[in-house]
Protein backbone atom coordinates (compact mmCIF):
# COMPACT_ATOMS: atom_id res chain seq x y z
CA UNK A 1 0.00 0.00 0.00
CA UNK A 2 1.35 3.26 -1.28
CA UNK A 3 1.56 5.87 1.95
CA UNK A 4 3.02 9.81 2.07
CA UNK A 5 2.75 10.44 5.84
CA UNK A 6 3.45 14.47 6.28
CA UNK A 7 4.64 15.81 9.78
CA UNK A 8 6.05 18.80 11.62
CA UNK A 9 3.56 21.30 11.27
CA UNK A 10 1.98 23.78 13.36
CA UNK A 11 1.61 26.94 14.96
CA UNK A 12 4.74 29.47 14.64
CA UNK A 13 5.18 33.29 14.61
CA UNK A 14 6.09 35.14 11.79
CA UNK A 15 9.61 35.00 11.19
CA UNK A 16 9.99 31.64 12.74
CA UNK A 17 10.96 28.32 11.11
CA UNK A 18 9.63 25.01 11.37
CA UNK A 19 10.68 21.44 9.80
CA UNK A 20 8.32 19.09 8.39
CA UNK A 21 8.90 14.96 7.37
CA UNK A 22 7.38 13.17 5.07
CA UNK A 23 7.83 9.36 5.43
CA UNK A 24 6.70 7.15 2.93
CA UNK A 25 5.69 3.49 2.36
CA UNK A 26 4.84 1.52 -0.75
CA UNK A 27 7.03 3.01 -3.48
CA UNK A 28 10.67 2.54 -4.24
CA UNK A 29 11.75 6.52 -3.00
CA UNK A 30 15.12 6.93 -4.13
CA UNK A 31 13.94 6.44 -8.01
CA UNK A 32 11.23 9.36 -8.32
CA UNK A 33 11.76 13.14 -7.73
CA UNK A 34 10.00 14.03 -5.14
CA UNK A 35 7.85 17.48 -3.75
CA UNK A 36 6.10 19.44 -1.99
CA UNK A 37 3.27 21.19 -2.44
CA UNK A 38 0.78 23.58 -0.66
CA UNK A 39 -2.46 24.90 -0.50
CA UNK A 40 -3.83 27.75 1.80
CA UNK A 41 -7.35 29.09 2.49
CA UNK A 42 -9.15 29.86 -0.66
CA UNK A 43 -5.93 28.89 -2.91
CA UNK A 44 -5.42 26.52 -5.57
CA UNK A 45 -2.22 23.88 -4.65
CA UNK A 46 0.69 24.71 -5.72
CA UNK A 47 3.89 23.56 -5.74
CA UNK A 48 6.67 24.36 -3.21
CA UNK A 49 10.00 22.48 -3.98
CA UNK A 50 11.22 19.45 -5.73
CA UNK A 51 14.52 17.28 -5.45
CA UNK A 52 15.28 14.87 -7.81
CA UNK A 53 16.43 11.34 -7.36
CA UNK A 54 19.90 12.91 -8.31
CA UNK A 55 19.80 15.99 -5.73
CA UNK A 56 18.90 18.27 -8.08
CA UNK A 57 16.45 21.23 -6.21
CA UNK A 58 14.00 23.68 -7.99
CA UNK A 59 11.55 26.20 -5.53
CA UNK A 60 8.90 28.09 -6.19
CA UNK A 61 10.00 31.75 -5.94
CA UNK A 62 7.71 32.67 -3.21
CA UNK A 63 10.00 30.20 -1.04
CA UNK A 64 13.14 30.53 -2.48
CA UNK A 65 16.03 31.25 0.15
CA UNK A 66 13.89 30.63 2.63
CA UNK A 67 12.67 27.12 2.36
CA UNK A 68 15.71 24.06 2.23
CA UNK A 69 13.90 20.82 0.85
CA UNK A 70 16.17 17.57 0.94
CA UNK A 71 15.70 13.98 1.30
CA UNK A 72 17.08 10.93 2.87
CA UNK A 73 16.57 7.79 0.45
CA UNK A 74 17.58 4.93 3.22
CA UNK A 75 14.78 6.11 5.21
CA UNK A 76 12.41 6.88 2.20
CA UNK A 77 11.95 10.16 4.01
CA UNK A 78 11.51 13.71 2.98
CA UNK A 79 11.90 16.92 4.96
CA UNK A 80 11.27 20.55 4.27
CA UNK A 81 12.67 22.91 6.38
CA UNK A 82 11.29 26.37 6.09
CA UNK A 83 12.52 29.88 7.68
CA UNK A 84 11.54 33.38 8.19
CA UNK A 85 8.28 32.28 7.55
CA UNK A 86 5.31 34.55 6.73
CA UNK A 87 1.68 34.85 7.12
CA UNK A 88 1.34 33.86 3.68
CA UNK A 89 3.00 30.66 4.32
CA UNK A 90 -0.10 29.54 5.90
CA UNK A 91 -1.47 26.35 4.47
CA UNK A 92 -1.71 22.51 4.32
CA UNK A 93 1.47 21.21 3.09
CA UNK A 94 1.46 17.47 1.12
CA UNK A 95 4.03 15.34 -0.49
CA UNK A 96 4.00 13.33 -3.03
CA UNK A 97 5.82 11.59 -6.26
CA UNK A 98 6.35 14.93 -8.39
CA UNK A 99 3.78 15.31 -10.73
CA UNK A 100 2.58 11.93 -11.17
CA UNK A 101 -1.09 11.29 -11.51
CA UNK A 102 -0.99 7.49 -10.21
CA UNK A 103 0.62 8.42 -6.77
CA UNK A 104 -1.51 11.71 -6.47
CA UNK A 105 -4.64 8.81 -5.55
CA UNK A 106 -2.52 7.95 -2.62
CA UNK A 107 -2.50 11.54 -1.07
CA UNK A 108 -1.92 11.82 2.48
CA UNK A 109 -4.03 14.14 4.88
CA UNK A 110 -1.17 16.74 4.97
CA UNK A 111 0.22 19.01 7.75
CA UNK A 112 -1.49 22.17 8.86
CA UNK A 113 1.21 25.10 9.11
CA UNK A 114 -0.41 28.45 10.53
CA UNK A 115 2.12 31.47 10.64
CA UNK A 116 0.68 33.90 12.81
CA UNK A 117 1.27 36.53 15.65
Known amino acids: QVQFMESGGGLVKPGGSMSLTCNTNGLVFSIYSMSWYRQGPGRERELVATISPEGDIKYADSVKGRFTISRDNARKSLHLQMDNLRPEDTAVYYC???????????GGPGTQVTVSS
Open 96 to 106: NVHENTWFAKF
